[in-house]
């Protein structure tokens, strides 16, 4: 297991998804945040608490939870890059046992998922701050306050990686894969909290549960504009566990759905 975690992690870093991932994770936390601050979430339409309080640094924050498209993108990649590039064949004939294979790029692209998650939280310290400072605004929370919020989305990222791993082993076509994450993750779920009943779900989906971190949400704040009332989120560890649920669920799927299927 040691030398196929060792092989995967040569193989993503021989690929151009390393030299991606930084600059997105920088972009992703640090310029969402800094271009929020900046403008001042009171400004927003419709306005929203400011940056010197608790609630403005907790919404500010959950943006960065709109990002986790990118992570899952990489996670899907994994898998279906080498079903597109018919380098699955090779693979699973140096390595027989596939669910060894597939465990081996979970735990590597769990270990990428983490020090993506720690770029994107570093920069959205670095920009909420600073920019804080450059418009002469004290951030309403406490410094362990928002490191831990920080924590949470980190390891919220990670877990969208091995979604992604997940769903690229399922689907396999590269172009299935990343059109599934990116209609599900920016549409169905925005459209399920704005319907009236249907909302009551929203908790318990990935984005409710990533929402629940940070115990804010844009397109909670979206649905009493739509529906008259916001959607409720679970307590954060209620959340962390949904997520970490739906992660298992997905890591499951990556290791035993291969085990039977052909290559091609």
Known sequence: MNRLVRAELRRLFSTPLWRWGPPVAVLSGGALTAMAVLVGPENFDPPMPGIDTGPGVRLVLSLIGLTVLAPALFGALAVTSEYRHRTITYTFLFAPRRHRVLAAKLAAYALAGTGYGLIVAGSAAIALYGAAAARG?????????????LACLTAAMTAYTVIGVGVGALLRDQ??????????????????????????????????????LTQASLMGEASIEVTGSAATLLPPVLGAAVLLAYALLAAAAAVLLPMRRDVT
Do not use: K, Q
């Open 175 to 212: 172009t299935a894969a990343l059109a599934v994450l990116g209609a599900y993750l920016y549409m169905v779920e925005h459209l399920l909290v704005l319907i009236p009943g249907v909302s009551a779900v929203y908790p318990f989906l990935p984005g409710g549960a990533t929402a629940a």
């Open 137 to 149: 605004t004290e951030v309403g929370a406490s410094p362990g306050t928002v490191a831990g919020m």
